[in-house]
């Protein structure tokens, strides 16, 4: 069968206030001796070119700011209308699957003009651990591939997301949360959005301005209705709270950035999905010390009160396919209530870009530099060969402390003497709470190789810009008038 290119034509309807589209394409099928019997069996003109119309007369009435939602079985014509819409809107349409992508660079450095604003994109996405941060295009799934050409398509600026095969390729957990997401991004960043695909099960996430759905030859419904943003991702119903176990967290340990340990907990909450945890939020024993907790009370709590009512969030997980749908906002604020202390506190890098905690119902209280002494140490090892950017990984650090010269080492050990004594019992993970200069100048002589490598590691974590948050039990909510 020949198949004649579409004929395409649309024209503006000044009395109905939208563009009428009339799409056709002509089919003609050579004669070969089973054409022929074919053509005898059931009486059909085989040598007659035939006119097959998907739309006619149709009219959309599209405005700023729409989700659109095409859907329809395979084959009737939904791409073909999508085509005929992204070529009326020009350039200011971003079709998601033809945005450019750097497949050998990280894509930290891929998007945004700066590095909060690109950890601010990726994290709207889904795509908010430190882990994917550093990785390539090529070595995403496909599901994370969809997310990152999300971002890729808000950092272009266009005012208009075209999307043929719409999450086609996704399971249908992953679809749906993309689906609810990228409506939430459209609607808040003023871009229309205008999707096909033969899947009907994204109505809820979507909740689409307005639905086409597209049957066989000219069948067309269009159903028009507000355009308000959908309130809930449809994948995360069902989904419960309950008191959790360790098992819980180590099933889960191995998808947050720090290591599995795990500071000795009070409280353990588990977010299960048809019995099997996608989310654990930990609450242990706060630290003697923490900036911003007199900022948040007025007053320095003393030991008695920290160890009776105060508490830490020490992690919170989420699943990775799950997170941008709200879980990790309702697992703080579903357990806050329940965990038995009356002030709560967490302490996190990711909190300063992503304010799920906030939205918890968290205060913020401040976004703290590192310490002088701990920018200046980092300095130092810099200079004897360390690379700040690999530090986390002792790994990395045994293998340059393997390749110095013994003088290095002495300069190491006086780069680690010099930070602050509040930062002794943290590098050397001293069970004391305190420790003075000269019993960590002894601890720093007796350790090998790869007890250094670990106290860097340390450091890296202490020259991190973190944030402090506040809840308290008293007011139900963060902070102090």
């Known amino acids: 069968m020949k198949v004649k290119a579409e004929r395409k034509a649309r024209r503006y309807d000044e009395e109905r206030g939208c563009y009428v589209y009339d799409v056709s394409f002509k089919t003609s099928v050579p004669l070969t001796d089973r054409t022929i ?273 105060w508490a830490v969030i020490s992690r919170v997980i989420v699943h990775p396919k799950y997170r941008t749908t709200g879980l990790g906002s309702r697992l703080i604020s579903e357990t806050l209530p329940i965990q038995g202390c009356r002030h709560v506190e967490l302490i996190a890098v990711m909190a300063q870009y992503n304010p799920f905690a906030e939205r918890a119902g968290m205060r913020l209280i401040q976004v703290k530099e590192p310490h002088r002494s701990i920018i200046k140490a980092v300095e130092e090892t810099r200079r004897l060969g360390f690379n700040p950017i690999h530090t986390a990984s002792a790994a990395y650090n045994k293998n340059v402390l393997d390749s110095l010269p013994e003088p290095k080492h002495e300069g190491l050990e006086q780069a680690l003497l010099g930070v602050g004594a509040l930062y002794y019992k943290r590098l050397s993970g001293a069970g004391r709470p305190y420790l003075k200069k000269n019993e960590f100048k002894e601890w720093l002589n007796r350790q090998d190789a790869e007890g250094l490598a670990r106290a860097l590691t340390v450091l890296n974590t202490l020259n991190q810009t973190k944030a402090y948050l506040y809840w308290s039990m008293d007011r139900g909510e963060g902070g102090v008038p």
């Open 37 to 309: 019997e074919v053509s005898r069996a059931f009486g059909l003109g085989v040598d007659e070119e035939r006119e097959h119309v998907l739309y006619r007369d149709f009219d959309l009435k599209l405005s700023e700011g729409d989700v659109v939602y095409i859907t329809g079985d395979s084959g009737s014509g939904k791409s073909v209308l999508l085509r005929a819409i992204e070529a009326d809107l020009g350039d200011e349409a971003a079709n998601i699957d033809d945005v450019d992508v750097d497949r050998d660079t990280p894509i930290i450095d891929t998007v945004g003009h700066s590095f909060r604003e690109a950890l601010g994109l990726l994290s709207k996405v889904g795509l908010n651990d430190a882990f994917l941060f550093l990785r390539r295009y090529r070595e995403l799934s496909e599901g994370q591939r969809y997310r990152y050409r999300i971002a890729r398509t808000i950092d272009g600026g266009k005012e208009f997301w075209i999307a043929d095969e719409f999450c086609s390729t996704l399971d249908r957990i992953t679809a749906k949360i993309v689906a609810y997401n990228i409506q939430k991004l459209a609607r808040r960043n003023g871009a229309t959005l205008v999707v096909a695909t033969t899947h009907d099960d994204l109505g809820k996430d979507l909740n689409p301005s307005i639905c086409i759905r597209k049957g066989w030859g000219e069948e067309v419904e269009v159903d028009y209705r507000s355009n308000v943003e959908a309130s809930r991702c449809t994948a995360v119903e069902g989904i419960t709270i309950e008191e959790g176990t360790r098992e819980d967290y180590e099933r889960l340990s191995h998808l947050h950035y720090r290591d599995a340990r795990l500071p000795v907990p009070r409280e353990i909450y588990a977010m299960k999905s048809h019995g099997k945890p996608v989310g654990v939020i930990a609450y242990s024993y706060t630290a003697v010390r923490a900036s911003g907790r007199k900022k948040a009370v007025g007053y320095t709590p003393d030991l008695e009160e920290l160890n009776r009512d």
